[in-house]
DNA sequence: TGATATAATGTCATGATTGACAGGTTAGAT
DNA sequence: ATCTAACCTGTCAATCATGACATTATATCA
């Protein structure tokens, strides 16, 4: 929930700027009963900037460092949380996709590693579910599967953002994560801003 | 029930500014004895948001007469759905976990119809989870199911409120329904007006 | 090219609301 | 029964909205 004031800092204006985008449709907002004040959610803000194509604060991108790990295999999952977390990540197990979809909603996680053969949950239509989503079309997903190379091939141009055929190494899925959403210590305490 | 301060999380301004707001009359509350603290109905709370045009959290969303349905067998995931559409309910259906999931978070239904019996997906795990999620014990769950009787009493004490043995007439599965959550035509639609 | 019109943004002053802080109390949890 | 987190009150500084006007950028036309 942003201010005119703190919208317009972060676009570089001046807030008589933002309110006039306000007034004119451009930027959604709502007024407070006083005296008026206008009030900005986040996500409004953060599609306007990418509409607008400009660069978005990684402040206001919800928390970057939560994992959502989406695996049935207990020694896996376990294995995989153990060296995010030692990397630093905030990360979350599911092990059923129901439990998966909540989570999702939930944590709002920058990061989400999927397995594609899990029972009852087709991996692709996952995926493409979660492209559709408006609210999370933003999340990196990181296939972790032992699929074939046809079959991840096909986690590609169904969404996902990168592939990681088991068996991997640490290293190796430390870097794919990294990669898509940075290191796992926070930069700063600010990150966690409401 | 709310708190100044949960209320004013939800609007994104301080709690004093709340408390200004009930002292001039905007906003409906009643104070306690002791402290004087404010305490803020739902209801009253949902109306002021509308009143100015400010967005309504969806779980704020009292009574409504939302149905999430959890079948994968589109047969009867139609039959149900169309047998509460047509008594006024306003029905989804997710036809496996991870959607129903993320659709249990994002429309905060008021009862779902659960199928004991779907790949991948332990139907009491998910009733145990929805139990001990906080912002959705109190919805109502239905189980439908062709489990057997241990099977179904097993899900009763697993946390469902009531159970419906397949096959199942239209006449049952609206009579357990509405007794849960009522009949499906909200009592004023204008309620539900900006 | 150059001149003019139009739109967008920045600046300033005023008035009102809101946020921050401190000190005291209690509701809710254990 | 005790303890912690949350709440209330009052005050004052910070912030916001508004309107008027200056300044800059963009578009249009000769």
Redesign the interface.
């Known amino acids: ?2 201010t005119t004031g703190e919208a317009a800092k972060y676009c570089g204006v001046n807030f008589r700027t933002v309110i006039r985008w306000i007034e004119r449709g451009r930027l959604k907002a ?5 005296r008026g004040d206008h ?1 900005i ?1 986040t996500q409004d803000f953060v599609a306007f900037l990418r509409d607008n194509n400009m660069p978005v604060p990684p402040e206001l991108v919800g928390t970057n460092n939560r994992v959502l790990v989406i695996e ?1 295999q207990p020694e896996m999952a376990a294995a995989i949380r153990r060296t995010l977390k030692r990397a630093g990540y905030d990360v979350e197990v599911a092990k ?11 944590h709002n996680p920058a990061l989400v590693t999927l397995d594609l053969k ?5 991996g692709y ?2 995926l493409n ?1 979660i492209r559709e ?1 408006e609210d999370h079309s933003q999340v990196k997903v990181l296939v972790v599967s032992a699929e074939t190379r046809e079959g991840l091939a096909r986690a590609k141009t169904s969404g996902a953002d990168d592939i990681l055929p088991k068996p991997f190494d640490n290293s190796e899925l430390l870097a794919k994560v990294s990669q898509l959403i940075g290191d796992g210590q926070p930069v700063s305490a600010q990150d966690q801003l ?1």
Chains 1, 2 share one sequence.
């Open positions: 929930m942003l709502y007024k407070l009963p006083g009030r959610q049935d059923d996709g129901f439990i998966a979809g909540t989570m999702l909603m939930r899990m029972p009852g949950m087709d239509q996952v579910f989503q409401v």
